[in-house]
C-alpha cells in the first residue's frame, strides 16, 4: 500500500463516503473536514476522525501525504484551497473530485500550473484530477 501510518485528510465529508474509502487501510487515521454535519454514516471504522470547520486550521493538515478534496465544486474554494497549499508549501498529493463537473471546475482544473495528472478514466465521469505538490 502507498500509505500506511499517515494521517490522510478528506476535505468534504458530506455523507462519508470518501472517509470510508480512505479508511480502507487501518494502519492510517483518516481526518475527514465538512463546514456543517450532514454525514449519514452510522458506525465509521474507528481510524476515521469527523471534524466541522476549517481545515486550514489544522495544524497537522500540510504533513499529510495525500489530502482528499470534493467540496462545493464552484470553483473559487478550490482555487482557494490551491494557493493555501502553494502558501503554505505542502509537500504532497492532492486529489480534486469532479475536475470537469461545470465551467468553474473546468476552469480551475486548467488553472493549475503545477505537475497534475486527469484521472478521469480510473475515477468517475464528472473527472478525477491529481495533482503533485513539490
Not at 64 to 82: A, C, K, Q, Y
Not at 84 to 100: A, L, P, Q, S, T
Request: net charge negative; glycine share 6%; charged share 20%.
Amino acid at each position: 500500500m502507498c500509505f500506511e501510518n499517515h494521517q490522510l485528510f478528506d476535505i468534504g465529508t458530506h455523507i462519508g463516503g470518501s472517509s470510508i474509502a480512505l479508511a480502507f487501510n487501518s494502519k492510517n487515521v483518516v481526518v475527514s473536514y465538512d463546514v456543517v454535519n450532514c454525514r449519514e454514516l452510522q458506525n465509521p471504522p474507528s481510524n476515521i476522525i469527523y471534524e466541522i470547520g476549517d481545515f486550514r486550521l489544522d495544524s497537522e493538515v500540510l504533513s499529510s501525504p495525500l489530502i482528499f478534496i470534493d467540496v462545493d465544486h464552484n470553483g473559487r474554494d478550490e482555487t482557494m484551497f490551491h494557493e493555501f497549499f502553494i502558501k503554505n508549501k505542502y509537500r504532497g498529493i492532492v486529489v480534486w473530485d469532479d475536475i470537469h463537473l461545470n465551467p468553474d471546475m473546468k476552469h480551475f482544473w486548467n488553472s493549475v500550473e503545477l505537475e497534475k495528472l486527469d484521472l478521469t478514466a480510473i475515477g468517475h465521469e464528472t473527472g478525477t484530477g491529481l495533482i503533485i505538490y513539490n
